[in-house]
């Protein structure tokens, strides 16, 4: 019953910014980890930045300096601040979330995804 929303993509030029926000709701007991992933056309999908429980980060070499993963523990969100956009960036970016439901009737994390967001970063 865990479901995450990915909002926030959209079109935008070179060098600018955009934020992305995944929110997650239903039974959720705890959250371990809450992880932005991104998959460009014909490409594997690949880890952008994550935060854990201990709001220890860890960012792709790509887009260490430029992007940012927050969370707000109140609303079950995680947030992407992206700036400086590149070309390179153009993908479909899914939120992921290692969470515990207590729908499940045992202590034991899984993974839930988001439905993407598309982000293009044109002129």
């Known amino acids: 019953q865990v479901q995450l929303v990915e909002s926030g993509g959209g079109l935008v030029q070179p060098g600018g910014s955009l934020r992305l926000s995944c929110a997650a709701s239903?039974?959720?007991?705890?959250?371990?980890?809450m992880a932005w992933y991104r998959q460009a056309p014909g490409k594997q999908r690949e880890l952008v930045a994550r935060?854990?429980?201990?709001?220890?980060?860890n960012y792709a070499d790509s887009v260490k300096g430029r992007f940012t993963i927050s969370r707000d523990s109140a609303k079950n969100t995680v947030y992407l601040h992206m700036n400086n956009l590149k070309s390179e960036d153009t993908a479909v970016y899914y939120c992921?979330?290692?969470?515990?439901?207590?729908?499940?009737?045992?202590?034991?994390?899984?993974?839930?995804w988001g439905q993407g967001t598309q982000v293009t970063v044109s002129s």
């Open positions: 992921n979330g290692r969470i515990q439901d207590v729908a499940l009737g045992y202590p034991s994390m899984n993974d839930y």
């Open positions: 935060v854990n429980s201990n709001e220890n980060t």
């Open positions: 239903g039974t959720i007991l705890s959250i371990a980890q």
